[in-house]
């Protein structure tokens, strides 16, 4: 079965930073735009980050402008979330999902807990 696995979440201090990574499993990721959504403990869920197939273009939501870089590893079949001056308020589980559009059903996500 087709999908792809989030990993990399974990607890950080403000002003940290984390790495999530995106692998695909049961098909070529290459083909894809991939994005990263995210949702915060009784939040809705939110688009973060969207990078082409290629990896030549990316999207930012102006939250996480400047301190969040997507890119791609098509070698590796992975897409990363490096993610850097992390603020509480991205405390939340983060997905990644094929062409950077809503999943009908969602997978665990990695969680993201930024806290002193």
């Known amino acids: 079965q087709a999908h792809l696995v989030e990993s990399g979440g974990g607890l950080v201090q403000p002003g940290g930073s984390l790495r999530l990574s995106c692998a695909a499993s049961g098909f070529n990721l290459d083909y894809y735009g991939i994005g990263w959504f995210r949702q915060a403990p009784g939040a809705e869920r939110e688009a973060v980050s969207c990078i082409s197939s290629s990896g030549d273009t990316t999207k930012y939501t102006d939250s996480v402008k400047g301190r969040f870089t997507t890119f791609r590893d098509n070698a590796k079949k992975t897409v990363y979330l490096q993610m850097n001056s992390l603020k509480p308020e991205d405390t939340a589980v983060y997905y990644c999902?094929?062409?950077?559009?809503?999943?009908?059903?969602w997978g665990q996500g990695t969680q993201v807990i930024v806290s002193s």
């Open positions: 999902v094929p062409d950077c559009a809503p999943l009908a059903a």
